[in-house]
């Protein structure tokens, strides 16, 4: 794969390490030769960076392996994780899956990213179905346009919601914004 190829989400290696594109920009100046403006994420560390590439540099892609894998309970630091083909569990420590499952029940599928055999992430569902569990009661004639309030959310995480969301709601969250859809 060449430079000038780049899209958002591609995985490559460059220094020993993963990178995965998070945005690319093809530039062409007046003078001089055209290059691709980009921002990129260390998988693994989680680090950010701005680089610009020729268009015709060789980039080695990287086979980011995605598996489905049911999320079974979490103990102390670990979470654990089973394969739904093989029934094999898997623990991940807490600090390689990061904040990504404050919206995640038991037993709900996931994506366990890995680039060879070496855990790096996990991938939850887009959009999650979750039962408020603590919200400051609705008032009637409450009807503010784009006005929210806190609420917690099952798992207990902490979501912006509008103002005529009770406790006992069903709500759904897009997890990849963390905000608040619609009514489930």
Do not use: C
Not at 74 to 96: G, R, V
Not at 119 to 135: A, N, Q, R, S, Y
């Amino acid at each position: 794969m060449v430079a000038g190829d780049f899209r958002n989400g591609v995985t490559f290696e460059m220094d020993n390490s993963v990178w995965v594109i998070v945005e690319f920009q093809h530039v062409k100046p007046g003078k001089g030769a055209a290059f691709v403006r980009t921002k990129i994420k260390n998988v693994i560390t989680g680090a950010t960076v701005e680089k610009s590439f020729n268009p015709t540099d060789k980039i080695t892609e990287a086979r980011v392996e995605r598996r489905v894998m049911q999320y079974l309970y979490k103990d102390e630091d670990l979470y654990y994780f089973m394969d739904t083909e093989t029934y094999d569990q898997t623990p991940i420590n807490a600090s390689t899956v990061g904040d990504t499952m404050k919206f995640v029940k038991e037993n709900e599928q996931v994506k366990v990213l890995s680039f060879k055999g070496n855990v790096f992430g996990i991938e939850p569902p887009t959009f999650v179905e979750l039962e408020v569990t603590e919200t400051e009661p609705g008032f009637k004639g409450d009807t503010a346009t784009g006005a929210t309030k806190p609420a917690v959310v099952e798992t207990g995480a902490k979501v912006k919601v509008p103002l005529f969301i009770n406790q006992g709601d069903r709500i759904r969250i897009d997890t990849r914004t963390e905000e608040y859809m619609e009514r489930a």
